[in-house]
């Protein structure tokens, strides 16, 4: 995941999101909540999640 996420950020990437179950209880929830991933916003039935580089954008929370 690190690696991935230092990628994003050297090709110039400013946030990244992903969607995962609603469902907090779920290991996923925690596993990106851990890395530093924030709640974006719930739709459809998937939670929206965004990361921004160190130093970046403000952590929004949606």
Same mark, same amino acid.
């Given at each position: 995941? *690190?690696? /991935?996420? *230092? %990628?994003?950020? *050297?090709? $110039? =990437?400013? !946030? /990244?999101?992903?969607?995962?179950? #609603?469902?907090?209880?779920?290991?996923?929830?925690?596993?990106?909540?851990? !890395? $530093?991933? #924030?709640? =974006?916003? #719930?739709?459809? $039935?998937? !939670? %929206?999640?965004?990361?921004?580089?160190? @130093? @970046? /954008?403000? !952590?929004r929370n949606g």
């Amino acid at each position: 995941m *690190a690696l /991935a996420q *230092a %990628w994003l950020w *050297a090709s $110039g =990437c400013t !946030r /990244a999101w992903l969607t995962t179950d #609603v469902d907090r209880k779920l290991r996923a929830h925690g596993f990106y909540r851990h !890395r $530093g991933w #924030v709640d =974006c916003k #719930v739709e459809d $039935g998937l !939670r %929206w999640m965004q990361l921004f580089p160190p @130093g @970046g /954008a403000s !952590r929004r929370n949606g």
